[in-house]
């Protein structure tokens, strides 16, 4: 894990208080992609496999880490909350897991700023895929949305 990832796992230990729960580390944080982990000790429900609440909180943390990321690349501000999500459960998740997130298409970024820049608010649409032993266990489809402080 090289500094940037480490200081933002520092960061989401601090202010995002389930995280410190979840055995949570960053693997990947840039502006395009962000990959964070869990241990499965952690997050397990009584019959052994991830607990659905965690699946989500992971996804939440690292699509809402992507949207951070991207933003303050393009040293955009503004509040961050998630609009509505949909989260499809695949497999039981029995070992740890990582979700990877993206965003939808770079098409829809552009109207984002576009909107944020004309109204003050702008939502983004962004993806996470959720991964065990290279198996996938759930996807996650999130609106984000931003307003201009």
Partial sequence: MNTKEKRYEEYLLDFIPITRSMNLSVIEYQSRQTIIRAGIEENKSKKDFAFGGSIVSLCLASAWSLLQ?????????????????????????????EATSRFESEENWVRFKEMLGRMRRGRVTINS????????????NGIFAVVKD
């Avoid at 393009?74 to 989260?87: A, F, L, M, S």
């Avoid at 895929?129 to 996650?140: P, R, S």
């Fill in 129 to 140: 895929e959720v991964f065990f032993d290279q198996k996938l266990g759930a996807t996650f």
């Fill in 69 to 97: 990321c991207r933003m303050e690349e393009e040293e955009i501000e503004g509040v961050i909350v998630i609009n509505k999500q949909d989260t499809k459960f695949r497999l039981p998740i029995t070992s740890d897991f």
